[in-house]
Protein backbone atom coordinates (compact mmCIF):
# COMPACT_ATOMS: atom_id res chain seq x y z
CA UNK A 1 0.00 0.00 0.00
CA UNK A 2 1.32 3.44 -0.81
CA UNK A 3 1.49 6.23 1.84
CA UNK A 4 -0.90 8.00 0.02
CA UNK A 5 -3.39 5.36 0.32
CA UNK A 6 -2.67 4.68 3.92
CA UNK A 7 -3.36 8.46 4.47
CA UNK A 8 -6.74 8.42 5.95
CA UNK A 9 -7.60 11.51 8.02
CA UNK A 10 -10.69 11.87 10.48
CA UNK A 11 -10.90 15.78 11.40
CA UNK A 12 -13.52 15.13 13.84
CA UNK A 13 -10.71 13.26 15.72
CA UNK A 14 -7.72 14.63 14.10
CA UNK A 15 -6.99 11.24 13.54
CA UNK A 16 -4.41 10.63 10.83
CA UNK A 17 -3.41 6.71 9.50
CA UNK A 18 -0.31 7.35 8.13
CA UNK A 19 0.47 4.02 7.03
CA UNK A 20 -0.80 0.57 6.94
CA UNK A 21 0.20 -3.04 6.13
CA UNK A 22 0.44 -6.72 7.04
CA UNK A 23 1.36 -6.30 10.62
CA UNK A 24 0.59 -2.93 11.70
CA UNK A 25 -1.46 0.27 11.11
CA UNK A 26 0.57 3.73 11.98
CA UNK A 27 -2.20 6.27 13.57
CA UNK A 28 -1.02 9.83 14.50
CA UNK A 29 -3.68 11.98 16.75
CA UNK A 30 -3.40 15.21 18.10
CA UNK A 31 -0.18 16.90 18.95
CA UNK A 32 1.56 14.22 17.09
CA UNK A 33 -1.00 14.77 13.57
CA UNK A 34 -0.45 18.35 13.68
CA UNK A 35 3.23 17.95 14.27
CA UNK A 36 3.68 15.40 11.16
CA UNK A 37 1.03 17.29 8.95
CA UNK A 38 3.80 20.44 9.59
CA UNK A 39 6.97 18.34 8.89
CA UNK A 40 4.96 16.78 5.73
CA UNK A 41 3.69 20.75 4.33
CA UNK A 42 7.73 21.99 5.04
CA UNK A 43 9.18 18.80 3.43
CA UNK A 44 6.75 19.63 0.40
CA UNK A 45 7.53 23.12 -0.04
CA UNK A 46 11.31 21.91 0.99
CA UNK A 47 11.59 24.80 3.22
CA UNK A 48 15.20 23.01 4.53
CA UNK A 49 17.14 19.49 4.09
CA UNK A 50 16.43 18.86 7.84
CA UNK A 51 12.77 18.24 7.07
CA UNK A 52 12.78 16.94 3.84
CA UNK A 53 15.36 14.25 5.15
CA UNK A 54 12.94 13.58 8.84
CA UNK A 55 9.69 13.37 6.73
CA UNK A 56 11.23 10.94 4.16
CA UNK A 57 12.93 8.86 6.88
CA UNK A 58 10.08 8.54 9.02
CA UNK A 59 7.65 7.78 6.20
CA UNK A 60 10.14 5.12 5.36
CA UNK A 61 9.82 3.41 9.04
CA UNK A 62 6.27 3.99 9.42
CA UNK A 63 5.92 2.01 5.94
CA UNK A 64 8.17 -0.96 7.25
CA UNK A 65 6.66 -0.98 10.66
CA UNK A 66 3.34 -1.54 9.12
CA UNK A 67 4.54 -4.02 6.84
CA UNK A 68 6.68 -6.09 8.71
CA UNK A 69 6.53 -4.85 12.80
CA UNK A 70 8.73 -3.40 14.94
CA UNK A 71 11.56 -5.83 15.27
CA UNK A 72 12.72 -5.10 11.63
CA UNK A 73 13.36 -1.20 12.91
CA UNK A 74 16.38 -0.52 14.60
CA UNK A 75 16.61 1.30 17.76
CA UNK A 76 17.57 4.78 15.91
CA UNK A 77 14.55 4.03 14.06
CA UNK A 78 12.16 3.20 16.48
CA UNK A 79 12.62 2.73 20.19
CA UNK A 80 11.03 1.28 23.52
CA UNK A 81 11.35 4.34 26.25
CA UNK A 82 9.71 3.37 28.96
CA UNK A 83 6.47 2.17 31.30
CA UNK A 84 4.71 4.55 32.34
CA UNK A 85 1.65 4.61 35.04
CA UNK A 86 -1.19 6.97 34.02
CA UNK A 87 -3.48 8.59 36.34
CA UNK A 88 -6.13 6.33 36.01
CA UNK A 89 -4.13 3.26 37.08
CA UNK A 90 -3.11 1.89 33.49
CA UNK A 91 0.46 0.89 32.83
CA UNK A 92 1.45 1.08 29.23
CA UNK A 93 4.64 1.00 27.44
CA UNK A 94 5.98 4.09 25.51
CA UNK A 95 7.83 3.45 21.99
CA UNK A 96 9.55 6.37 19.86
CA UNK A 97 9.70 6.41 16.16
CA UNK A 98 12.54 8.90 15.53
CA UNK A 99 14.22 10.63 12.49
CA UNK A 100 17.24 12.83 13.15
CA UNK A 101 15.56 15.55 15.69
CA UNK A 102 11.79 14.39 15.20
CA UNK A 103 10.50 12.20 17.54
CA UNK A 104 7.00 10.95 17.41
CA UNK A 105 5.53 9.42 20.68
CA UNK A 106 2.89 6.57 21.11
CA UNK A 107 1.90 2.95 22.47
CA UNK A 108 0.67 -0.17 20.56
CA UNK A 109 -2.46 -1.67 20.56
CA UNK A 110 -5.08 -3.41 18.78
CA UNK A 111 -8.01 -1.81 16.51
CA UNK A 112 -10.42 -4.22 14.93
CA UNK A 113 -7.97 -7.26 15.45
CA UNK A 114 -5.01 -5.19 13.84
CA UNK A 115 -2.06 -4.13 15.63
CA UNK A 116 -1.71 -0.20 15.53
CA UNK A 117 0.85 1.98 17.02
CA UNK A 118 -0.94 5.22 17.51
CA UNK A 119 0.91 8.03 17.89
CA UNK A 120 -0.12 11.21 20.42
CA UNK A 121 2.86 13.59 21.38
CA UNK A 122 6.11 14.70 19.47
CA UNK A 123 9.08 16.29 20.11
CA UNK A 124 9.59 18.17 16.57
CA UNK A 125 13.24 19.58 17.67
CA UNK A 126 15.04 16.84 20.54
CA UNK A 127 17.91 18.24 21.02
CA UNK A 128 19.22 15.87 24.23
CA UNK A 129 19.55 11.90 24.07
CA UNK A 130 17.50 11.15 26.79
CA UNK A 131 13.65 11.85 25.93
CA UNK A 132 11.68 14.42 28.26
CA UNK A 133 10.19 12.48 30.77
CA UNK A 134 7.15 14.95 30.53
CA UNK A 135 6.35 14.48 26.19
CA UNK A 136 6.39 10.90 27.51
CA UNK A 137 3.48 11.23 30.43
CA UNK A 138 1.70 13.14 27.86
CA UNK A 139 1.94 10.30 25.27
CA UNK A 140 0.77 7.59 27.71
CA UNK A 141 -2.20 9.63 29.21
CA UNK A 142 -3.33 11.05 25.66
CA UNK A 143 -3.41 7.42 24.57
CA UNK A 144 -5.12 5.95 27.45
CA UNK A 145 -7.31 8.79 27.28
CA UNK A 146 -7.76 8.00 23.26
CA UNK A 147 -8.48 4.80 23.52
CA UNK A 148 -11.10 4.88 26.86
CA UNK A 149 -13.16 7.39 24.56
CA UNK A 150 -12.91 4.53 21.93
CA UNK A 151 -13.58 2.04 23.85
CA UNK A 152 -16.77 4.07 25.13
CA UNK A 153 -18.20 4.46 21.75
CA UNK A 154 -18.10 0.77 20.88
CA UNK A 155 -20.05 0.28 23.46
CA UNK A 156 -22.32 2.58 22.99
CA UNK A 157 -22.74 1.40 19.43
CA UNK A 158 -23.35 -2.23 20.54
CA UNK A 159 -25.58 -0.95 23.24
CA UNK A 160 -28.20 0.73 20.83
CA UNK A 161 -27.69 -1.81 18.03
CA UNK A 162 -29.06 -4.97 20.62
CA UNK A 163 -32.18 -2.56 20.90
CA UNK A 164 -31.09 -2.42 24.60
CA UNK A 165 -29.27 -3.95 27.55
CA UNK A 166 -27.21 -6.60 26.54
CA UNK A 167 -27.21 -10.22 28.50
CA UNK A 168 -23.88 -10.52 30.66
Not at 9 to 34: F, P
Not at 38 to 67: I, K
Request: a positive charge; proline letters at 2%; charged letters at 40%.
Amino acid sequence: MTPKDAKDSDEENDEETVASGQYASVILLGEAATEWRQLVERATSNADTTSVREERALRRYFNRYAELGRTSLDEKMFKPQTRISTSSGAKVQVYEFKAYQFRIYGCETARAGHRCFVGTSCDPKKKKDKADPRRLKRAAEKFVEIENERERKENERGFRQGGGRRAH
